[in-house]
C-alpha cells in the first residue's frame, strides 16, 4: 500500500513539471520611482538586491524556480509583493499613496520585516540581508522623500483619504 501512494506521489510530482506559472520579466520601467526621485546609486543597488525580485517588474530568478511547487510559492510571493508595492509602477500611485508607501519603507525596514527571513533562508540571497548600516541608508533615503514631498505638495494632498463606510 505504501509502494502505491509513494508511486502516485512520485507520478504526481513529475506531472506537476508542466504547469509552470509565468515570470514576471516584463522589466517596464515606464513608472519607475527613479524618474521623480532621486535614487544613489548605493540604494540603486540595496534595492535591487533586497527588493527589486518582489517589488518590481524584473525578478531574477533562482535555478530552483524550475521546480514544482517551489515555482509556485515564488510566484505567489513575487505578485504580493508587488501587489503591496512595486518600484516599477510608482509614479501611477496618487500622491498620497506613494507618500504612505515611503512612509511603510521607513517602517517594514526598521522593524526588520523586509526582506521576509524566507528570502534569506538557508544562506539564500545574502545579499539582501541588509546590516544595520544599510537598512539606515534606506530609512534616510525614505524620510528625505517624505520631506521632498512635504515642500513641494500641501499637507492636505499628501494624506491617504479615508474610505467612506458604503453602509452610511
Known sequence: ????I???LLIILVIIQVIRPGKNLSDDQTNN???KYPVSGEVKELLRVACDDCHSNK???PWYVNIQPVAWFLDH???EGKRELNFSTFLQLPIAVQNHKFDEIIEMVEKKEMPLESYT???LHQEANLNDQQREL???WAKQQMTTLKKEYPADSLKMKRRSNPEG
Do not use: C, D, R
Request: charged residues 10%.
Open 77 to 79: 510571493h513575487v505578485q
Open 59 to 61: 525578478t531574477a530568478y
Open 6 to 8: 509513494l508511486i502516485g
Open 1 to 4: 500500500m505504501l509502494k502505491k
Open 33 to 35: 520611482i527613479a524618474l
Open 138 to 140: 534606506l530609512i534616510n
Open 121 to 123: 533562508f538557508f544562506g
